[in-house]
Nanobody, 115 residues
Framework: QVQLVESGGGLVQAGGSLRLSCVAS????????MGWYRQAPGKQRELVAA???????NYADSVKGRFTISRNAAWSRVYLQMNSLKPEDTAVYYC?????????WGQGTQVTVSS
């Protein structure tokens, strides 16, 4: 089992920045991918950014060049640096980690971008 706790959400004006953090605890040694998803009201949850042990990194087209995902060396923390935020980035952001058989979700952190 892996437990995830997110932090860093909040209210920011358009053009501003936020940094989300996610701390993983429990069986973290087998984590092979970490990422961030978001869900806006009335919309499906979507991938924002993800990275994996094979070195690959994926970003949603809508955030490329503005958001950066990173992690610590122990694969127990994942971050999302969000710059040049837009009102359409408003959503609940969820941390996600995967091992070879399971995936785990955080409780979500609200990000609201005002115009």
């Amino acid at each position: 089992q892996v437990q995830l706790v997110e932090s860093g959400g909040g209210l920011v004006q358009a053009g501003g920045s936020l940094r989300l953090s996610c701390v993983a605890s429990g069986s973290t040694l087998r984590i092979n991918a970490m990422g961030w998803y978001r869900q806006a009201p009335g919309k499906q949850r979507e991938l924002v950014a993800a990275l994996s042990r094979d070195g690959s990194t994926n970003y949603a087209d809508s955030v490329k060049g503005r958001f950066t995902i990173s992690r610590n060396a122990a694969w127990s923390r994942v971050y999302l640096q969000m710059n040049s935020l837009k009102p359409e980035d408003t959503a609940v952001y969820y941390c996600n980690v995967k091992n070879w058989v399971d995936e785990y979700w955080g409780q979500g952190t609200q990000v609201t971008v005002s115009s």
